[in-house]
């Protein structure tokens, strides 16, 4: 082993925690697995180190082999699935099996499956009964909103095992409730990590990288950029005792970085373009309707996800068809015959139409060839032409995405495009 | 070790695969790993037994750790992640180490490496180099897209690796041009799974699963319900030699799905309900637009995601504010002051307004309460009323989807319903 000498890890310090996602619905496919992604989340939060996740199926013997290995290395086993009352649900046996512990009925558990039954005078079946057995010495974590509950149990020193159901929604009601306050009562919470997310649009993540490479190498807190369709994300994470610490770590950073991209950086968070429209208009107290041809309703789609979007948001036109473009929006059928109905023209007479008709004080306008037909040498796929019309705003451009990308990805950037220009001159509307 | 005699595991009959998902991302929660999923489905496809899925972090030892583990367990071992350039890249540098084999530059890689440069003339950095580097032995594992390639490797008898990148999109690529073939030419395919997914809306799993008992205990094929928002989907799976095999199983048992579901079966694998409204109404020759209110542009958006939908999809209305529905579609203000914005009447005097506007064969109209304010006792959030105006087709219902459910998902519910009930519709416009 002469060239991996360097590469050994220390058994004797086994620290941190690992998740055990148990289920061959997963091994086959059938299903993705998001409880991995939010419990690391939350262990990132409760600053609990992380270093492996495992999926294994509903089988006794591996189910076994990995509890096994986990308490040899790690302090603390989470394991989600396999606590119903089906023959397949085999977690808590298995675990107890595996420390020689009996289970245990417990009576507070019966008493809760017996309230949950629809009508309280039936008798829980064998099967069901299955679930209010626990190793002896566990506590329990209960599950409010389904049947089957947790286990909180240390079998052996430096070593507790968690067990959650499946049901994402049931796992992550048990953690908030329970789980996360019995980590930090038994000491297994260390350091606080937090984080927060900046969210970019109209910048590359490269040029973004490449404006902030003092950023990317700090180590406490570390910076962290991510790209998807239409986006870029910073991630600053800090970590520190407690949140206070953490946030006077994270705040300079996430203020240099506002200041390097300016107007560039449109959220935090969870925040999302379109919510940010909505409050600028919200403000202004001014309204918006929208023309679309390319992206179908994918704009006015988005706007109307936000709880009282109706208060700034009248409507739009989907404006697919050219027939439509003239007869509902007014747009005069000899600037379609000169210029195309992916034109400048064109967009700024859909959007002068909707502001008119509509009588609102924004209306954008979009139209483009999302392909994978359509094109020409002159307008190829993904070239999208956008007007906004504001009170004292009148704003035409085109964008062109390229026409390697697929129709799915064309609309997507044209609505991300379109609300974050959006933004801007609602900004700069003065 | 009483208890646990029964839970053994045969160490020398290792057979099967597993899959190492590596990246600090992945256990940060920073991402979803859909990769597992993916690869699980493939694997299930060529009849490779699966059992264990594992996510690390870019640390050498635990990688080295997780890849001596699989060695001794399983047959085949996928990874995705960390090869590309940056330091943090460590998988083909640790797997080679672990199996004490040299890395060797591979000129193929480096020229491929070069013509993926924008500029050809630009130089490859040390970084960059780094991808052309392959473990002594392995085969090439080309990447059509992105720039680091994977291996195909068999460092031990009865072990084979097969690296690919995190890219979903590139592993994707890489698997299906190549990575699938190598698996069946070197033998590792075992007998052939495959199936097919059935896909019912206006019937829940329960009822579904209520018809089928005796499908749904079957060996081979494997039948099972799953349930998502305003769909079920039904999964035959049969084991067998080779397609013909798996296909003469499955054929049957898909006949009497349908027949026992009729219309209420949708679609096959990949189908959705806006294409079968695309392909029933371009057989037709016939022409639609949408008045959307409640979903926003959402059955626009979804239609228009069609490859050349505007052959039989005109455009729409989104009368979200209701002076929109009178001046716009020409709604008498009477009806809706006499019965309110979410009414049949309402919905009705939308979908006649649309036809007769946009000159088309068939309207659709949407008018609920998406809540999550709004509502009232008579009419609550989640009431949704519809209307389709055909040739010959005047339909309007409503839905109660439920106060309990989120804003989200009452527009889609919302959605899918008008779609399925569109596609009905047309089927029976005689």
């Known amino acids: 082993m002469k060239k991996s000498k360097k590469i050994s890890i220390n058994k004797k310090n086994k620290f941190g925690a690992e998740i055990l996602c148990i289920g061959s619905e997963i091994l086959l496919g059938n299903i993705v697995n998001t409880n991995s992604q939010w419990i690391a989340e939350q262990l990132a939060i409760l600053g609990i180190p992380h270093f492996r996740q495992t999926v294994i199926g509903d089988n006794p013997a591996r189910l076994k082999e990995a509890i096994i290995e986990a308490s040899n290395r790690s302090e603390i086993l989470i394991t989600t699935g396999g606590l119903g009352p089906t023959p397949d649900d085999i977690t808590t046996k298995v675990i107890a099996d595996t420390f020689e512990t009996p289970l245990e009925q417990k009576n507070d558990i019966l008493i809760d499956l017996k309230n949950k039954l629809k009508n309280k005078h039936s008798k829980l079946s064998e099967s069901q009964k299955k679930q209010s057995f626990i190793p002896k010495g566990a506590k329990i974590i209960n599950n409010y909103s389904g049947t089957a509950p947790g286990i909180f149990w240390t079998p052996k020193k ?37 984080s927060r997310v900046l969210h970019f649009a109209g910048i590359s993540e490269s040029s973004l990288a490449d404006k902030i490479p003092h950023l990317l190498k700090a180590k406490n ?34 203020k240099e970085l506002t200041q390097i991209a300016g107007l560039k950086c449109f959220g ?21 309707a929208v023309a679309e041809s390319c992206t179908g309703g994918g704009i006015g789609s988005k706007l109307t996800k936000i709880p009282g979007s109706s208060k700034i948001f009248h409507g739009g036109v989907i404006a697919y068809n050219d027939s439509i473009k003239q007869r509902i929006l007014g747009v005069p059928k000899e600037i379609i015959n000169t210029y195309g109905a992916v034109s400048k023209q064109v967009v700024e007479s859909m959007a002068k139409g909707v502001q008119k008709k509509f009588k609102v004080n924004w209306a954008l ?50 609505v991300l495009n379109a609300l974050d220009r959006l933004r801007l001159s609602i900004i700069k509307d003065e």
């Open 158 to 194: 430096n070593f507790t095992i968690l067990t959650f159901p499946g049901v994402p929604s049931e796992l992550k009601d048990m953690w908030v409730k329970e789980a996360s306050d019995l980590l930090i009562n038994n000491n297994l919470s260390k350091e606080i990590i937090s």
């Open 221 to 254: 807190p570390t910076v962290a950029t991510y790209a998807s369709t239409g986006e870029v994300k910073v991630r600053i994470t800090a970590k520190g005792d407690n949140l206070k610490e953490t946030n006077r770590y994270i705040k300079p950073i996430e």
């Open 268 to 288: 935090v968070d969870n925040e999302t373009l379109e919510e940010l429209v909505f409050k600028l208009l919200l403000k202004r107290k001014e309204t918006l």
């Open 365 to 414: 306008s979009v139209s483009g060839i999302a392909g994978p037909t359509g094109g020409s040498k002159l307008k190829p796929v993904g070239l999208v032409n956008f007007c906004i019309k504001g009170p004292k705003t009148l704003l035409t451009w085109e964008e062109r995405f390229g026409s390697n990308k697929t129709r799915e990805d064309i609309q997507k950037l044209s």
